[in-house]
């Protein structure tokens, strides 16, 4: 792994990272918003179109930045393993790293806009992309980030 997992060079952050044919969404929300259930449903979306959906990081990923991308690995302690509500730690398949090209941060539906301005999140002086879903509708939600990120 290049040491990128090693805490010591990347960040722990609290969020759910998914790669979806190879690119990277961060999803960013309080506990209990539904980012690992948003993270299956956009999984299903990509193997429902014939395309590749994985997990890379439940709960916290560490995030490294490297020559001007920010990528996202699992710790190692809970690599391959997403809780699902009411059921538990489930091994889930997964990939060991990907370059986030979108943060999806999960809001109650009444606080995102109708049709707002793009807007960017900077992360170690990286800035990238970031739309605001609704927290705990995944139908919703995987439409308009599989819509932002041309898939629908």
Sequence with gaps: ???????????????????LNGIGVMLTGASGSGKTSL????????????GRGLLVADDQAILVPENGALLATAPPTIKG?????GLGIVTVPSCDEVQIRIVAQLLPAME????????????????????????????????????KLGML
């Excluded at 807007?119 to 819509?147: E, H, Q, Y």
């Design 1 to 19: 792994m290049n040491g990128r997992g090693d805490p010591k060079i990347g960040t722990n952050h609290h969020c759910t990272v998914v790669s």
């Design 81 to 85: 393993k997403a809780e699902v509500y």
């Design 39 to 50: 993270a299956f449903s956009l999984i299903e979306s990509m193997r429902a179109r014939d």
């Design 112 to 147: 995102i806009e109708r049709l707002p301005d793009s807007s960017k999140i900077s992360f170690a002086g990286i800035d990238i992309p970031r739309i605001d879903v609704p927290s705990n509708d995944d139908a919703r939600a995987t439409r308009m980030i599989l819509a």
